[in-house]
C-alpha cells in the first residue's frame, strides 16, 4: 500500500477516527434499547528519533487518520514529538492536545500525570474520535505514551501501539 493507507490488518475500526453522529450502535436491540456511542481508539505513535525521515510509514498513515493528536508539552511549551511529526505529515486541520508531564522522581507523582492526560485522552475517545499520541523513539521503550495507552487500555478503551525507530539501535 502507498503513503495514506494502512494494511488490512492494521487498520483502525470503522468509522475510529470518525464522530459517531448516526453510526449508533443500539445497545440490548428491540423497544427502547439503550443506544450506545462508538469509542474512538488510542494510537500510541513513535516518531523515532528526531528527523522526519525516520518516521515509518504506519506511523505516518495513523496521524494522517486520527482527527486529534496529543502531545507531550514541555515546561517552556515546546512539543518536540509533535514537531517531527509535522515535518512528515500535513497536521494542519487537526485537533492538537497538548499533555503536561513531570520529570519528578516520584512515581506516584509520574503516575497521577499519566491518569490525568489518560482522562483528557478518554473525553475525546467517548465522543468516538480517534487519537494518537506521539513520542519520541519507540512507543515501547521508555515512554510516556505507554503509560497512557496502559491506563487507557485498563479502562477498556481500543489501544494500539505504532511503532517508531529507536536512537541507540
Not at 502531545?71 to 518536540?80: D, H, K
Request: charged share 20%; proline share 7%.
Amino acid at each position: 500500500p502507498g503513503r495514506g493507507t494502512l494494511p488490512h490488518s492494521q487498520r483502525p475500526a470503522a468509522g475510529a477516527g470518525e464522530r459517531a453522529g448516526a453510526a449508533h450502535c443500539p445497545v440490548g436491540g428491540g423497544k427502547g434499547g439503550a443506544v450506545m456511542h462508538r469509542r474512538g481508539t488510542f494510537y500510541a505513535v513513535g516518531v523515532g528519533p528526531g528527523d522526519p525521515a525516520w518516521m515509518t510509514r504506519q506511523a505516518c498513515d495513523v496521524l494522517g487518520f486520527c482527527p486529534v493528536i496529543a502531545a507531550p508539552r514541555s515546561a517552556s511549551g515546546e512539543m518536540p514529538a509533535l514537531e517531527v511529526a509535522r515535518g512528515a505529515v500535513d497536521l494542519s486541520r487537526k485537533s492538537i492536545v497538548p499533555l503536561k508531564f513531570t520529570a519528578a522522581r516520584a512515581r506516584s507523582a509520574r503516575n497521577a500525570e499519566y491518569v490525568r492526560a489518560a482522562s483528557s485522552i478518554a473525553r475525546v475517545l467517548d465522543a468516538g474520535l480517534s487519537v494518537a499520541m506521539v513520542n519520541l523513539g519507540d512507543v515501547s521503550i521508555c515512554a510516556t505514551a505507554y503509560d497512557v495507552l496502559d491506563e487507557l487500555r485498563r479502562r477498556g478503551y481500543a489501544t494500539q501501539m505504532i511503532p517508531g525507530i529507536t536512537s541507540f539501535c
